[in-house]
């Protein structure tokens, strides 16, 4: 008994150092490697496991496996050779790159062919505005709450004051969202500010129109170009309005008010337009009338009427004499009666027509 009390101290101390000595075996492969031989990057490999009973390749080729494996794709024609698809594809260090089996969608912008970003999905000058001096900007921290003013304006150098930039920031050509984006990258004193831009007062891009209009005047673009008809809608161009005149760097083109493709014409920021009635024409009216004098013509208008417009005809005998080619008159003696009982055409007249109305014979 007592030589097993002191066998068992003994024994207690020798187990725990056994246990700190134990090692895990080291498994090595059989197969050496030269230091030479070693692959500076680990290769991967796909074959194709070409069948070798003459089946098609697209029926017996087997899944990719996930892991070391890269998938290739399964030839579409069943008859397609083995060049095809190479039978064992290096993606080593020194090998070739696998091709790539992504095809550009409608979305995708190839930067070799549009090195810009903004003009693959620039948008129409229908579209856009461009903030230009004298633009009130309404400048908000979305989110923070604030109780200062938010309306700040473009100054005439180009640059806006925001009391949050360290110095003034330039944002004449930019739209609301860039100069949004610019602020945001450029206020320093607050940690990812969101912030937000809107135009509240328009005014540094403007036309003018005038001429056969009940409203003309300087107009103020909301966007970088707008359609003729959308100005015209505000300015209330006159009924006998005709055609409009755009002037644009000094030089002018007549647009037809009747022409919807005219219409649909772009007015951009310092274009004039000129509304333009038909030029007045007259004919002249003597005789026994009870006012003669020069008369205001207008397309299709008759013996009869010009005579009305006259205060009538006193006699029922009237002449009508037309200037010719020649710059000589030529004379024409209608019988108000028998016109006026529908018995004679009523003659349509011409500008600068003379009437003279007589009495009978």
Known sequence: MKKLSLALPLLLSVVPLAAQNQTRPRFASSIRRTKDSRPAARDRRVSTNQP??????????PKPIWGDSAIVPEAADPTATEAAVPATTNVGENGPLPPRYVKLTSLGINPAASPDLRSAH???????????????????????TTRESTLFTVMNNGLLEYPLL????????????????????????LQNPRVSVNVRDYASHTVFIGGAVD????????????????????????????????????????LSLADNKDLSTLIMSGDIVKISEPAKQFIYVG??????????????????QALLASGGARTSRATIAKRGSDGLLSTRVYDLQQISEGKAP???LEAGDRIEVKPAL
């Open 166 to 189: 360290e110095a003034p920031t330039p944002v004449v050509g930019l739209t609301p969202d860039e100069v949004a984006r610019r602020l945001s990258t450029e206020i320093r004193v």
């Open 215 to 254: 409203n003309p005047g300087r107009k103020v673009l909301r966007r970088e170009a707008m359609p003729l008809f959308a100005l015209l809608a505000d300015a209330s161009p006159r009924t006998d309005a005709t055609t409009a005149t755009l002037n644009r760097y000094g030089k002018e083109t007549r």
């Open 52 to 61: 070798t009973n003459g089946e098609s390749p697209a029926i017996n080729m």
């Open 122 to 144: 620039a948008a129409g000058p229908t579209q856009v505005y461009r903030v230009g001096v004298g633009d009130v900007l309404d400048i908000r921290l979305t989110n923070m």
């Open 346 to 348: 009523d003659p349509i």
């Open 287 to 304: 005789g026994d009338v009870a006012s003669p004098g020069e008369k205001d013509f207008r397309s299709g208008m008759t013996l009869t």
